[in-house]
């Protein structure tokens, strides 16, 4: 029988406690150690690698000379975004730039890649005029200007570039018009939101450190030299920009409360966590309490990480958090928090109890399962076999690129983990079984999701330090039908940034949110996905815009990608 395998592990007996439970097949209780099982969790996932098929030759360099520059452990992020507006999702790979001691014959250079269909694309930096030459870190993807198609901001060590779409395949430098520069931090994620709900997108930048050369130093480990951590250095101020809706952007970091909170920011996200109709900000902090923006409607903010659960671990450590993703993973309408983090530390799950309180559930669903030896970068919550939940996908890699010299539990190249959702809230590690793409072993870092080939399920794509990018395609047999949703803002910003949706289908109910900037520094799924199982149609569609209406529509066919006009009825 294929897919016959004898087992004894936990993942084995899970299995075998689904058929019982479902039905569908008898399993004797003694014969527990032979399982046959075609739908379990490992078969029901699978990523193919089809890095090489796709013409993409791009390859991170992290501008190391040897002297071992903290920054060169952080780098970096990419973005999934359709820049051209012809329905294909297009790649945005961030690079590092040359640091003291470094030479290149070729400055190394962002590189955007257009999506040509069946898994191949062209490079078109140079045309669109994107490859930027600045130390990459953080991007982020929104329509500032609300003409229609999708800007882009690249968060550097260094100063920062505001890329304005000119619609027709190229991009405009407006970073100092603009008023976005942000002058010469070490950077981190970025996010576009439209925190006074006034129809357009303002900006907020997370810091890292204030990094110097004459500041550096270099850590020792049994004798080995290691890279420092940030706290050797100053972390320095986030910055959250208003913006003028002309073009321009005003430093309101002061006014709304933002600027008194210092840390050592890395990745992070903006959504709406107590579903009052505005966007709130949660900031991973490496090594320090995780930040958590409580909007009060009109862009002044309130942090509240600490008094609603999710600054520190269910131990109260404060841990060294990388990426943090935003959604709902039981399906009980509150979305929810997951963050990655370092060695020796689980990535953590913060479950949305409602009423301004989270609760630390890693180890009661199973959401940490693979991740505590490993450091943990990139991350996404998405629904990867369209059976009605999500799953979650950790990108994973040493940042110490001699660790096997002294720390023989740790290598610097790591495989990534994926975790499937077994249905009622517990996730099942399924790394093993799902594919060649899960055992590529590199030293990862940003990860975005998106449906790549438009054939209703969503891919992978991992940015992996100083090597080649890793494409992953998702040929799992698919376990339903599915909706993508694509949101269009008339009175509201464009992009549908902030938007909630509600898709009920039957007895299914989900909720997602537009996001601009999520994960590890990275951008990904403007365009929004629902996996439905066996529903056959959804009944109902709620939108609800950032600053405007409520858009209700019915009787909906599925396994199509929607697109939702503010106001209009899709048909």
Known sequence: MRGSRIRTDRHALTCVWQRIRCGRHFVPMLALVVVFCRTCPGDSIVFRDVTRETGITFRHTDGSSGKRY???????????????????????????????????????????????????FTDVTDRARVGDTGYGLGVAAGDYDNDGDLDVYVNNHGPNVLYRNNGDGTFADVTEK?????????????????????????????????????????????????????????????????????????????????????????????????????????????????????????????????????????HGDGQGSMGVDFGDYDNDGLPDFYVTSYQGQLATMYKNLGDDAFDDVTRLTGAGEGTVLNVTWGTGLADFDNDGDRDIFVACGHLLDNIELFDDRSTYFETNVLLMNNGDGKFVDASKQSGDGMKVKLSSRGAAFDDLDNDGDIDVVVLNSRREPTILRNDSPSKGHWLQVRLRGVKTNRSGIGAQVKVVAGDLTLIDEVHSGRGYQSHYGTRLHFGLGAREKVDRIEVRWIGGPVDVFKNIAVNRILTITEGTDPG
Do not use: Q
């Not at 790649?91 to 069946?118: C, H, M, Q, S, T």
């Not at 930048?205 to 890279?227: I, L, M, N, R």
């Open 70 to 120: 903290i920054m060169e452990t952080v780098a970096g992020g990419l973005a999934l975004f359709d820049y051209d507006n012809d329905g294909d999702v297009d790649i945005y790979f961030l690079n590092g730039a040359p640091l003291k001691g470094a030479k290149f014959d070729v400055p190394p250079k962002n590189a955007l890649y257009r999506n040509e269909g069946n898994w191949k």
């Open 178 to 314: 603009a008023g976005v520069v942000n002058g010469s931090h070490t950077g981190a994620g970025a996010c576009f939101l439209d925190m006074d709900k006034d129809g357009d997108l303002d900006l907020y930048v997370s810091s890292y450190f204030d990094f110097s050369y004459e500041k550096h130093k270099t850590g020792v480990a049994d004798g080995f030299p290691v890279y420092i951590g940030p706290a050797s250095f100053p972390a320095a101020p986030d910055v959250l920009y208003r913006n003028n809706g002309d073009g321009t952007f005003t430093d309101v970091s002061k006014s709304s409360s933002v600027a008194e909170h210092v840390s050592w920011g890395m990745g992070m996200v903006c959504g709406d966590y107590d579903n009052d109709g505005d966007t709130d900000i949660y900031v991973a902090n490496d090594g320090a309490g995780n930040f958590l923006f409580k909007n009060d409607g009109t862009g002044k903010f309130e942090e509240v990480g600490l008094i609603t659960g999710v600054a520190y671990d269910i």
